[in-house]
């Protein structure tokens, strides 16, 4: 009997053991088996349409309900992550009733007080930051300490949405709805507004593709396209898909300016996109935006100029689009969607950089920074010699005579807006070395000239590269069409 | 009489685990992966970019993924196949890996291998040059990076651009 149970229980144990062991790998393989059904379901193309979109929708959140992917993405540039040189960031600050913010980015100002001296007399002398991601544009703007300044409505063009604005003040023209913004104060205007830049700032609400909606580009790109013998150029109906995903961030990462009479928000491109084709724009228009205090020099300011820094450079010529490094296709699932969490490239290298430069994101970074690295040093330089001209005029306004002070002046208008140009812009010398350290060169030119003329120094040996000789016309690069 | 009952059991969930199995194996294209198909290797979405780039290359009418993704030779292929096969899988499966995907150091030293089994007389020649012979680290990949697929925008908009500058000259 014991023999017989002996054997029984051997092959009952070897049973069970088995059975678990069948179990388990059962349990495995229907665990691979839904993930491959999962996989294969992500790969389909799911678009639901919840809601109904028209001209009049300007919550992103709205959109965001046929659109879940992309506005989750886009709600994701409330991020606070630095890069060496930029990207977000945040300090924390005690909120106040006036200014309710408790988190702001650095101010520029504290880190580099020579840019006090540089816009002395002017709004940007009082606060000027780091910047944040896009979320953050609308609040930015409305507590800036530059708001005691009572700056014009026309601030608001890039920094809320403003399709459904202009459209309701112009009765459905946009053009006509930019008008009545660029007469009204900001204080005005900013109750119109409700939400940072949005998906319909971008998007045809129709078929989503992407549409410039900002006057001051439409104008803009048409009076740059006219200096190149196109005539009436529309945005809208003649560029590219590639070229609108450069265009539609074109509508505001660019300079500007507030031309006379009515303060209308211009760009100045007339001449080209040079930054010898714009200050000459500027001079022809005989515009001053302040007199500095200490040298009396009538001033121009550069604001951001990325598009037109971007286009100097060598990823434009290659056909790259601000997209293509700022918004890389990113895996959803099975889905690769455009990265909706616009930022910088260096925080998503993989995907932005190494889908062209075959090199480990180490590699990648370390050039960027070298980049940089190098435009850092130049651009400090440049304001030491700025410095060194403002200072010299200020102490030297009674000496000089008339004429050497006119001419030092116009130097450091011309200097320093050059500076101004290329620091201003968001990606230190990145977007295009070489015309980056092309301007600072010549800036700190103008800036020893403008001291040299102020003493009554020698004529320089050679003419120096005029404002009127841009080395190109600054026309737009990347891959010609051939249709228009 | 129990134990036959449970052999019986038994046998049906073995059965059972086989048939699920067998079904995953189908259902996944696993007979796919056997053959030299370059449309398997676009199976999962992963290498779609790839895949589409490849049929627009030079080397389209000349090569398939295999051709320079697996060794000349019997063993090397089905060795190479089911280890990338394996890492593949269990990649796509857990999700982790890099939306741009990038060659490993062993599957480049497998691409340069089927480069130079091809085109052995000219890569014998330039082992004999002084200069690019005895340089360290160089691949034919890393000029020629567009000739088996090149699947970035930008470099598809190269020829246009090469147009642009020639049409200035």
């Not at chain 1, 990207?87 to 006090?116: H, M, N, Y």
């Not at chain 1, 004529?459 to 891959?479: F, N, Q, V, Y």
């Not at chain 2, 049906?12 to 370059?38: E, H, Q, R, W």
Request: hydrophobic residues 35%; contains cysteine; charged residues 20%.
């Amino acid at each position: 009997m014991s023999d017989n149970n002996g054997t029984e229980k051997k092959p009952r144990r070897f049973l069970i053991v088995t059975i678990v062991l069948a179990a388990v790998a059962a349990f495995a393989v229907t665990a691979l088996l839904i993930n491959i059904f999962e996989r294969k379901q992500e790969a389909r193309n799911p678009f639901y349409r919840v809601v109904e979109l028209n001209d009049t929708v300007d919550d992103p959140a709205v959109w965001g309900k046929n659109f879940p992917m992309q506005y989750d993405l886009y709600m994701g540039t409330t991020d606070m992550q630095r890069t060496k040189y930029g990207g977000s960031e945040a300090e924390p600050r005690t909120p106040t009733q006036a200014d309710p913010r408790s988190v702001v980015a650095r101010s520029k100002l504290e880190q580099d007080p020579r840019l006090k001296t540089m816009w002395a007399g002017y709004a940007f002398s009082k606060d000027y930051r780091e910047r944040r991601g896009h979320a953050y544009m609308l609040a930015d703007q409305t507590f800036t300490e530059r708001q005691q300044f009572n700056p014009p409505g026309a601030c608001l063009n890039c920094h809320a949405s403003m399709v459904t604005i202009y459209n309701q003040l112009g009765n459905g023209d946009r053009n006509k709805g930019f008008q009545a913004i660029n007469h009204m104060k900001y204080a005005e205007a900013r109750q119109y507004a409700k939400h940072p830049i949005a998906c319909i700032d971008c998007h045809d609400p129709q078929n989503m593709q992407l549409r410039v909606t900002r006057p001051a580009f439409i104008e803009g790109i048409k009076t740059l396209k006219a200096s190149q013998g196109v005539a009436d150029y529309d945005v809208n109906r003649y560029a590219t898909r590639q070229e609108m995903r450069s265009y539609v961030c074109g509508q505001c990462h660019v300079t500007y300016y507030f031309k006379p009479p009515d303060k209308t928000l211009t760009f100045p491109w007339t001449k080209g996109l040079t930054v010898e084709n714009i200050i000459a724009h500027l001079d022809e228009g005989k515009i001053k935006e302040w007199e500095h205090p200490d040298t009396g020099a009538a001033m121009i300011k550069a604001r951001h100029p990325e598009f037109e820094v971007w286009n100097m450079g060598v990823h434009a010529r290659s056909g790259v689009a601000c997209a293509d490094c700022h918004m890389p296709y990113t895996r959803m699932g099975g889905l690769k969607i455009s990265d909706h969490h616009v930022n910088s490239p260096l925080l998503k290298i993989n995907r932005s950089c190494q889908t062209c430069h075959h090199f480990s994101e180490e590699e990648l970074k370390a050039r960027a920074e070298e980049i940089q690295d190098r435009f850092f040093t130049l651009r400090n330089t440049a304001l030491d010699a700025l410095m060194d001209l403002i200072g010299d005029i200020k102490a030297n306004k009674n000496k000089a005579t008339p004429e050497q002070l006119a001419k030092a002046r116009d130097y450091q208008r011309h200097g320093q807006y050059m500076i101004d140009f290329i620091m201003s812009e968001n990606s230190m010398g990145f977007h295009a070395p070489q015309e980056a350290e092309r301007i600072l060169g010549s800036a700190i030119n103008q800036c020893r000239l403008g001291q040299l003329a102020l003493h009554g120094g020698p004529e320089p040996s050679h003419t120096p590269a005029g404002i009127a000789e841009a080395p190109d016309k600054g026309a737009l690069a990347g891959p010609e069409k051939t249709n228009h | 009489m129990y134990l036959a009952r449970l052999k019986l059991v038994l046998l049906v969930l073995v059965g059972t685990l086989i048939g699920i199995a067998c079904y995953a194996f189908v259902y996944a294209k696993g007979y796919s992966y056997l053959v030299n198909d370059p449309s398997a290797c676009a199976n999962c979405h992963a290498m779609n970019e790839q895949y589409s780039g490849w049929i627009k290359s030079s080397h389209h009418s000349a090569a398939t993924c295999n051709d320079c993704h697996t060794p000349h030779n019997f063993l090397g292929k089905y060795a190479v196949k089911a280890s990338n096969g394996f890492f593949h899988s269990f990649y796509f499966t857990t999700g982790k890996y890099p939306d741009t995907i990038q060659i490993t150091k062993f599957d480049r030293e497998v691409v340069e291998g089927a480069c130079r089994h091809c085109h052995a007389a000219i890569t014998q020649a330039i082992d004999g040059n002084n200069v690019h012979g005895t340089a360290e680290g160089i691949h034919c990949t890393r000029c020629h990076l567009s000739v088996g697929h090149s699947e970035s925008s930008a470099v598809l908009q190269l020829p246009q651009h090469l147009r642009r500058i020639h049409e200035r000259q």
